[in-house]
């Protein structure tokens, strides 16, 4: 019998417990910041806004956002360990609650606490890995903290949009897209608060937290996700090909390298980034025009 238990933890308790947080390639892309979840958005923010703002001793606290969990895995590269939670359900408050902190961290100038916990060997340990130019997009940002007076009275986004690491085909990504709305957001409605960072963080005094289950020795298919979460998106036979020819060469090529962008890269990596962008515009030219204009009608 599968062993569940369960804890009540804050988003920095979720980090000192794994190495890295992964958004699966099953799930969907990151939904709250979409112009259709204003509602969902705008409330969720306010009672983090509420929780942040009420006295240490206030009986109302912590906020509870519910119930996360997923599986856990574990990888070894280099005689190194690397434990990972995927969530199953919890993606969307994990992300706001992510953006929430970095945004907290580069209003009050705390960027050495911040990148200390979320940020190692200069990828961010909270992994999107839905599509690669999202992957990329969180490895960034994690490492990115503009100078206050740089951004003066500009959007986040629009600062954001403007640097030179910032590729214009990510706007194309409905993750991005997304956390980047939600960064205009969480400017709007927590620009002028104070002790944001350390409020979020004091162990002592929790005040946004959720109920951790940990889904011990739990089997996880593509189906079981679509079931198990309504809101799961169903993959393409293709897509679905992708993602288990990614797993084929990490378990059976982990030491093959390929030259990427950046400099060798791992060639599950390299199979993930190409297959997005040069490759996906080499077939293109291929493509059956009717097919397309069915398939975004």
Same mark, same amino acid.
């Given at each position: 019998?599968?062993?569940?238990?369960?804890?009540? $933890?804050?988003?920095?308790?979720?980090?000192?417990?794994?190495?890295?947080?992964?958004?699966?390639? =099953? /799930?969907?892309?990151?939904?709250?910041?979409?112009? *259709?979840?204003?509602?969902?958005?705008?409330?969720? #923010?306010?009672?983090? $806004?509420?929780?942040?703002?009420?006295?240490?001793?206030? !009986?109302?606290?912590?906020?509870?956002?519910?119930?996360?969990?997923?599986?856990?895995?574990?990888?070894?590269?280099?005689?190194?360990?690397?434990?990972?939670?995927?969530?199953?359900?919890?993606?969307?408050?994990? &992300?706001?609650? @992510? #953006?929430?902190?970095?945004?907290?961290?580069?209003?009050?100038?705390? %960027?050495?606490?911040?990148?200390?916990?979320?940020?190692?060997?200069?990828?961010?340990? @909270?992994?999107?890995?839905?599509?690669?130019?999202?992957?990329?997009?969180?490895?960034?940002?994690?490492?990115?903290?503009?100078?206050?007076?740089? +951004?003066?009275?500009?959007?986040?986004?629009?600062?954001?949009?403007?640097?030179?690491?910032?590729?214009?085909?990510?706007?194309?990504?409905? *993750? =991005?897209?997304?956390?980047? +709305?939600? #960064?205009?957001?969480?400017?709007?409605?927590?620009?002028?608060?104070?002790?944001?960072?350390?409020? #979020? &963080?004091?162990?002592?005094?929790?005040? =946004?937290?959720? /109920? @951790?289950?940990?889904?011990? /020795?739990?089997?996880?298919?593509?189906?079981?996700?679509?079931?198990? !979460?309504?809101?799961?998106?169903?993959? &393409?036979?293709?897509?679905?090909?992708?993602?288990?020819?990614?797993?084929?060469?990490?378990?059976? @090529?982990?030491?093959?390298?390929?030259?990427?962008?950046?400099?060798?890269?791992?060639?599950?990596?390299?199979?993930?980034?190409? =297959?997005? *962008?040069?490759?996906?515009?080499?077939?293109?030219? %291929?493509?059956?025009?009717?097919?397309?204009?069915?398939?975004?009608?």
């Amino acid at each position: 019998m599968n062993q569940f238990t369960e804890s009540r $933890l804050t988003f920095p308790n979720l980090f000192a417990r794994f190495d890295r947080v992964e958004i699966p390639i =099953i /799930q969907r892309d990151y939904a709250q910041g979409r112009a *259709t979840a204003e509602d969902v958005r705008s409330g969720l #923010l306010e009672a983090m $806004l509420e929780a942040l703002e009420k006295a240490p001793d206030d !009986n109302a606290l912590p906020l509870d956002l519910d119930f996360v969990y997923g599986s856990i895995s574990t990888s070894k590269e280099n005689n190194v360990e690397t434990v990972a939670f995927a969530p199953l359900d919890g993606q969307q408050r994990l &992300t706001t609650l @992510f #953006l929430l902190h970095w945004f907290a961290a580069w209003s009050e100038g705390e %960027f050495d606490k911040f990148q200390a916990l979320y940020l190692k060997d200069g990828k961010s340990r @909270f992994a999107y890995l839905v599509r690669p130019s999202s992957t990329e997009f969180f490895d960034t940002l994690a490492g990115f903290f503009p100078d206050s007076e740089d +951004v003066g009275e500009k959007m986040l986004s629009k600062h954001i949009e403007e640097q030179p690491w910032f590729f214009l085909y990510w706007k194309q990504d409905p *993750t =991005i897209q997304s956390a980047l +709305v939600m #960064l205009d957001s969480i400017q709007k409605r927590f620009g002028k608060a104070l002790g944001l960072y350390s409020k #979020l &963080t004091d162990p002592e005094v929790p005040r =946004i937290t959720f /109920q @951790f289950l940990d889904l011990e /020795q739990f089997g996880l298919s593509d189906d079981l996700y679509i079931k198990m !979460n309504a809101r799961g998106k169903p993959l &393409t036979a293709f897509e679905n090909f992708k993602a288990k020819l990614e797993q084929k060469l990490a378990s059976d @090529f982990p030491n093959w390298k390929e030259k990427g962008d950046t400099g060798l890269v791992p060639v599950k990596d390299y199979f993930s980034h190409r =297959i997005e *962008t040069r490759w996906a515009d080499l077939f293109w030219h %291929f493509r059956d025009p009717k097919a397309v204009f069915l398939m975004i009608r």
